[in-house]
């Protein structure tokens, strides 16, 4: 196996070993520091050529970035002779915030999205991949939460939604005041059940 800088005599001349390019899309994501590897080696910058490689399959690898979402791994098959130049996109992610309704309900935590941290009405998740995420709402007694569904986060956009918990049959809700006889102990019950 030969390694290193090297050339390949045949017949009519000198071939040389393969090189590779990889582009990077958009500058946005150049300047907030996307780069690619090769095989795990070194971070590059968009647009560098590594020359002198050695022929087989490789792999391009791209740097994890904050806000984006950086391309998959790419298997590239390298030829003596050839010049290879791929080019592939960074992708801004999105935030999702949702409001839940009836206002009472505001002061639960009652939604999250893909398994993550449950949130409060109006709470934004930021840091979204483009695509389809996963929105589950939790129970409260009394009311009916929203059917879990899937939310589609476009690339760079914040998605707000409204949701809204319906009122359980047989569901009671009792306010008392004033508020001194409330501080007082106040309480109430249906029929012989507890205050």
């Known amino acids: 196996r030969l390694r290193g800088n090297v050339s390949f005599v045949v017949p009519g001349g000198t071939v040389s070993p393969p090189s590779l390019r990889v582009n990077i899309l958009p500058a946005s994501a ?16 968009s647009g560098t050529i590594l020359f002198d490689l050695t ?4 792999y391009v690898l791209f ?23 791929i080019t592939r996109n960074y992708q801004q992610n ?17 939604w999250y999205v893909d398994g993550g941290i449950k949130r409060a009405s109006g709470e934004t998740v930021y840091n979204l ?5 996963l929105v589950e709402y939790l129970g409260v007694a009394g009311w009916i939460p929203p059917t ?7 690339e760079g956009t914040t998605v707000s939604l409204v949701r809204s918990y319906s009122p359980n049959i047989g569901y009671l809700r009792v306010n008392l005041g004033p508020t001194n006889a409330v501080v007082e102990g106040a309480q109430w019950r249906v029929g012989s059940g507890l205050w």
Do not use: C, F, M, R
């Open 30 to 45: 150049i300047a907030a520091g996307a780069q690619w590897s090769l095989d795990g080696g070194a971070w590059q910058d």
């Open 55 to 58: 022929p087989g399959t490789h």
């Open 63 to 85: 740097k994890p970035l904050p806000g984006w979402t950086a391309p998959s791994e790419v298997a590239v098959a390298l030829s003596n002779g050839t010049s290879t130049v």
């Open 94 to 110: 999105g935030a999702l915030t949702i409001t839940i309704t009836p206002s009472e309900l505001t002061v639960y935590d009652l």
């Open 129 to 133: 991949s483009p695509g389809d995420h």
């Open 148 to 154: 879990p569904e899937i939310v589609s986060i476009p």
